[in-house]
């Protein structure tokens, strides 16, 4: 089945324990992104990649990390987890850049609270 | 300045009855793509429908259609025959072709989202 998966889905955690969460899709997608969901403010872009080894900042970048060894894994990283980063996280990937129609397929959430 | 609009944080609908959620966007670039996506409770995002602005006709999955009026960059989403299980967060969403520049590649701008609530 083609998806995109993320670990863990939940997550509670204290401030300044440095923390990761996976992503993985198996659709050989070359683009893909993390989002953050906070209330009334819909999904803003965190960090992206275009593919292996590129990624670049996204709209919120500060206080995260991202690496793209594998095309299909694209880990985030908080190195210093701050209460502000407590929102729902989300993963997608798209099959590639250049095409404005290519769906984005949405890993299934992670729910990260820093106390 | 935002990019993606949805001037209605809450609708109410009467099951079986038509709803249309709002959604006006702001750019320069004459190639663009508006997504609608669906967030039910359960948290997962649900892609809806696609409207190219490009397109020359408006968009239709199913019961869902897209009310595209380009001059007015308004991309609203109508949904007929409302169901109880349309109950959900609706999010409007928009991507920018290549010509906006770097930054835009692939990237989905995000509305606020409306919150739909169908009565039975």
């Known amino acids: 089945e083609a998806q995109v998966t993320q670990n863990p889905r939940y997550l509670i955690t204290v401030t300044g324990k440095k923390l990761t969460v996976t992503c993985s899709q198996n659709m050989n997608h070359e683009y893909m992104s993390w989002y953050r969901q906070d209330p009334g403010l819909g999904l803003r872009q965190i960090y992206y990649?275009?593919?292996?080894?590129?990624?670049d900042k996204g709209d919120v970048p500060e206080g995260y990390k991202v690496s793209r060894k594998e095309k299909r894994n694209f880990p985030l990283i908080l190195e210093s987890p701050s209460p502000n980063q407590t929102s729902l996280y989300f993963c997608a990937s798209s099959l590639s850049v250049g095409i404005l129609y290519n769906e984005q397929f949405f890993g299934p959430g992670t729910r990260l609270t820093v106390l | 300045a935002q990019k993606i609009t949805q001037t209605q944080p809450g609708m109410f609908v009467q099951e079986k009855e038509a709803v249309t959620l709002d959604c006006t966007y702001d750019t320069s670039d004459p190639s663009y793509g508006l997504f609608w996506y669906k967030q039910p409770s359960s948290g997962e995002m649900i892609f809806l429908i696609y409207?190219?602005?490009?397109?020359?006709q408006n968009a239709t999955e199913g019961r869902y259609s897209l009310n595209f009026q380009k001059a007015r960059k308004s991309a609203n989403l109508v949904i007929s025959a409302s169901q109880l299980g349309d109950s959900a967060m609706y999010f409007c969403a928009m991507r920018e072709g290549l010509g906006a520049g770097g930054t835009s590649y692939g990237k989905l701008t995000f509305g606020q989202g409306t919150i739909l609530t169908v009565h039975p």
């Open positions: 990649s275009m593919n292996v080894e590129v990624t």
């Open positions: 409207q190219g602005s490009y397109d020359q």
